[in-house]
């Protein structure tokens, strides 16, 4: 059982390049989220998605996108990336029915210059 | 929106001291409220929760108390140990809604051997 995986774990970028960050998950959880973590900041969400085809806004979704085609994998993308989007991702899962706890992936660093 | 403000930010203690992290929130209706442990370079994992209906709840060295009626919750870790030197989270969510934790800041806490 592998739980949430992220692909890839780090990652450079040049400023203006484009690219796509995969999360899967294998225990049928119907919400995944899409964070960031900065120092000093904690985890800010970017989008997240309560079911295969849905996604919704978060906290700071400005410059990214994101798509849910199947319900075990949920794509983070940024279509021009900027120095500001330095940081590291988080991908996280969770059952639906009742408040139970988000499973998390092991993060991806990225870093734009 | 839920607002989750975690204090302190950083908290040393020595090998064996009890170490106390405390959060409040604003959304009186949240009723769920995880901490999670996020060691370095990986993804923050479940350590405790405590649900709306209960005060207190205690895992071996470590204990979570809410009080609703000021709206705060705390996590008490006892007998601290170097393994426990990490960046802790505490979140808020709400039934009925989305289910969307809303995370503090986190506080990195570092135990001298």
């Known amino acids: 059982n592998a739980g949430v995986t992220q692909t890839p774990k780090f990652r450079v970028l040049k400023t203006g390049q484009s690219m796509t960050l995969l999360c899967a998950q294998d225990?049928?959880?119907?919400?995944m989220y899409w964070y960031r973590q900065d120092p000093g900041m904690g985890l800010r969400l970017i989008h997240y998605s309560v079911g295969e085809g849905t996604t919704a806004k978060g906290e700071v979704p400005d410059g990214y996108n994101v798509s849910r085609l199947k319900k075990q994998n949920f794509l983070l993308g940024l279509e021009s990336a900027a120095p500001s989007q330095t940081s590291v991702y988080f991908c996280?899962?969770?059952?639906?029915?009742?408040?139970?706890?988000?499973?998390f992936g092991q993060g991806t660093r990225l870093t734009v210059v | 929106g839920e607002n989750v403000e975690q204090h302190p930010s950083t908290l040393s203690v020595q090998e064996g001291d009890s170490a106390v992290i405390k959060c409040t929130y604003s959304d009186s209706a949240s009723n769920y409220f995880p901490w999670y442990k996020q060691e370095l370079g990986k993804g923050p994992q479940l350590i405790i929760d405590i649900r709306s209906n209960v005060g207190e709840k205690k895992d071996q060295r470590i204990a979570v108390t809410l009080n609703k009626t000021a709206k705060h919750f705390s996590l008490h870790i006892t007998e601290t140990q170097p393994e426990d030197s990490a960046v802790y989270f505490c979140?808020?969510?709400?039934?009925?809604?989305?289910?969307?934790?809303?995370f503090g800041r986190g506080t990195s806490l570092i135990v001298h051997p």
């Open positions: 996280a899962s969770s059952w639906t029915t009742k408040n139970t706890e988000a499973f």
């Open positions: 979140a808020a969510s709400r039934a009925g809604g989305s289910y969307i934790p809303t």
């Open positions: 225990m049928n959880h119907e919400y």
